[in-house]
């Protein structure tokens, strides 16, 4: 198996609410049936789909609660951390931890989106951006 993630799905309860506050993120998603939603980051795919359906398909019982997992999106400054935290919030998040220093010399902040999946948007001056947002280790 090669190390890379090509598709991240996030169970939603309200595909269309949640396809509506990753648009007013600016994002632009496409669905082939109105069930499931895709949007392409970077290089890889973030799709939105029935939390219930993608609990049978997975085939793991969900207990409702939060699955474990974080998602990151880096930003190069701390200053836009703070105006993404801001964003995300004019688009209909919550916010869980306000931008701030970081034990490791960065700089990051939580907002949660409609189905409570949390965002950390991070500023690592360790992990500089490429021309096309993307990371890579040192």
Request: hydrophobic fraction near 40%.
């Amino acid at each position: 198996m090669q190390q890379r993630i090509s598709l991240i799905t996030l169970g939603v309860t309200d595909i269309a609410r949640s396809r509506a506050f990753y648009e007013a993120l600016g994002w632009s998603g496409q669905s082939p049936d109105g069930q499931v939603v895709f949007f392409q980051a970077g290089g890889l795919v973030i799709a939105l789909w029935s939390r219930d359906e993608l609990a049978a398909d997975s085939t793991v019982t969900d207990p409702g609660g939060w699955g474990g997992i974080t998602l990151a999106h880096n930003v190069p400054t701390p200053a836009d951390v703070d105006a993404v935290l801001t964003e995300a919030q004019h688009a209909g998040a919550t916010l869980g931890r306000a931008g701030a220093p970081t034990p490791w010399g960065g700089y990051s902040g939580i907002f949660l989106d409609p189905d409570g999946h949390p965002w950390e948007v991070a500023h690592n001056p360790a992990w500089p951006l490429a021309a096309d947002g993307s990371v890579h280790l040192p």
